[in-house]
């Protein structure tokens, strides 16, 4: 199975800096489908990225993603408050579909 | 509005078995598939398995192979989990969600399993 690896686990930044967040794969990732989903305690998980670069519906344009092969990144250009959580990658090219352990995202 | 309104919570003993609804709304539910996921209190986002509505195909992790079970209902447009011969580490929030990446999720549905 392909393991994911995130770093760093935890990121500590203030409102309105930029976050870069990574994700390697073990192995290639097949047709680059690799997603990104942001969970905030209590809540469900939400899309954010999906296809290593495409924006879900509805999320704001200062998330992007980027990659392939075994490197991606989700950037968010300026933090707002709410984005502070905690973020997870996950590949669904090949079975079993496996996630990161998770980056969070603190307040410094 | 797509919504995955799932079963509430549920306390089980050690050995016994549970099944978590997740009824969908807003869409076809044929079109897309059903994904199940878990996590553990503390911890990350586990993948237990995949249903085609469409045709009833499935496909498990190797890791519950033997204790998952998949099924949907098309007519009520309900898709379900369950898992038997529960230990205490299946203690975990389960959620369903829609497609291969994950666009709509169910609100989680907390087992705990304890004597």
């Known amino acids: 199975e392909i393991v994911l690896t995130q770093s760093p686990g935890t990121l500590s930044l203030s409102p309105g800096e930029r976050a870069t967040l990574s994700c390697r794969a073990s192995?290639?990732?097949?047709?680059?489908?690799l997603s990104w989903y942001q969970q905030k305690p209590g809540q469900a998980p939400r899309l954010l990225i999906y296809?290593?670069?495409s924006r879900a519906t509805g999320i704001p344009d200062r998330f992007s993603g980027s990659g392939s092969g075994t490197d991606f990144t989700l950037t968010i250009s300026r933090l707002e408050p709410e984005d502070f959580a905690v973020y997870y990658c996950?590949?669904?090219?090949?079975?079993?579909?496996?996630f990161g352990q998770g980056t969070k995202v603190e307040i410094k | 509005q797509v919504q995955l309104v799932q079963s509430g919570a549920e306390v089980k003993e050690p050995g016994a078995s549970v099944k978590v609804s997740c009824k969908a709304s807003?869409?076809?539910?044929?079109?897309?598939?059903v994904t199940w996921v878990r996590q553990a209190p503390g911890q990350g986002l586990e993948w237990m398995g995949w249903?085609?509505?469409?045709?009833?195909?499935?496909n498990y992790a190797q890791k519950f192979q033997g204790r998952v079970s998949m099924t949907t209902d098309t007519s009520t447009s309900t898709a379900y989990m369950e898992l038997r011969s529960l230990r205490s580490d299946d203690t975990a929030i389960y959620y369903c969600?829609?497609?291969?990446?994950?666009?709509?999720w169910g609100q989680g549905t907390l087992v705990t399993v304890a004597s």
């Open positions: 296809g290593a670069a």
């Open positions: 249903i085609s509505p469409y045709n009833g195909n499935t």
């Open positions: 807003g869409y076809t539910f044929t079109t897309y598939g």
């Open positions: 192995q290639s990732v097949t047709n680059s489908f």
């Open positions: 996950q590949q669904y090219g090949s079975s079993p579909q496996t």
């Open positions: 969600a829609r497609r291969i990446f994950f666009d709509y």
